[in-house]
């Protein structure tokens, strides 16, 4: 079946600081991947996403870039700002292997950025 | 621009009472989910809709009931609330039932269970 790894958090940055926050994937066929970001108190949103080998998703200076090889999908941000203090979810969707395109989600990793 | 809305926000039960979470969204999508959010746990998935007139379970089904009722409105019920049950419910919809489309969520409904 499928399944999302996501880094544990909690993670805890510095304004200004580099982020990285480790994904991994198994899926049968050629999954669709996404990152959600979740506020506090609020639903989860979509951050960005990408469908096919060695694109790259960007969205409010977060990028990923799909990796079919190592099968990551890891995100990344030069430089976080305190209001990016948030739980980031890894997350796939595929057509194949019976999954009826639903989607499968990491745990979420717990990201608080200081002042 | 409402998306998808779910009521009740926050709610408390005691064991044994039933209840039904509301869903809607107005993005004409064909597709609606319901999630459980757990601490360390993720998004669970309880029931989807791929479409209008078509329901089915997801990982974690038992418990509940779900309802589509018209292409805008989903329902979760709950017809025997246990605390095992206490949880995060997210309602979410997509356009198409196809993997490059992503899922929009609701702002969640916070149900204790006593």
């Known amino acids: 079946g499928n399944s999302v790894t996501q880094m544990e958090g909690p993670v805890t940055l510095s304004e200004e600081a580099f982020l990285t926050i480790n994904c991994t994937y198994t899926?049968?066929?050629?999954?669709?991947l996404f990152w959600y970001v979740q506020y506090p108190g609020e639903g989860l949103q979509l951050l960005l996403k990408?469908?096919?080998?060695?694109d790259k998703g960007s969205n409010k200076g977060f990028e990923a870039t799909y990796r079919k090889e190592t099968t990551s999908f890891h995100l990344e941000k030069g430089s976080v700002q305190v209001s990016d203090s948030a739980v980031y979810f890894c997350?796939?969707?595929?057509?194949?292997?019976?999954?009826?395109?639903?989607?499968?989600f990491g745990k979420g990793t717990l990201l608080t950025v200081n002042p | 621009n409402a998306g998808v809305t779910q009521t009740p926000k926050f709610q408390v039960l005691k064991t044994g009472q039933s209840m039904t979470l509301q869903c809607a969204q107005d993005?004409?999508?064909?597709?609606m989910y319901w999630y459980r959010q757990d601490p360390g746990m993720g998004l669970r998935l309880i029931y989807y809709?791929?479409?209008?007139?078509?329901?089915d379970k997801g990982e974690v089904p038992n418990g509940y009931n779900v309802s589509r009722l018209n292409k805008r409105e989903f329902s979760l019920r709950l017809e025997s609330a246990a605390p095992s049950q206490t949880s995060v419910y997210f309602c979410?919809?997509?356009?198409?039932?196809?993997?490059?489309?992503?899922?929009?969520f609701g702002d969640g409904t916070r149900l204790s269970i006593l």
């Open positions: 979410a919809s997509r356009s198409r039932q196809v993997s490059n489309q992503p899922q929009h």
């Open positions: 899926a049968t066929g050629y999954p669709s």
């Open positions: 990408a469908t096919k080998a060695d």
């Open positions: 997350a796939l969707s595929t057509n194949s292997g019976g999954s009826n395109y639903k989607l499968t």
């Open positions: 993005m004409n999508h064909n597709s």
């Open positions: 809709s791929a479409s209008e007139g078509t329901t």
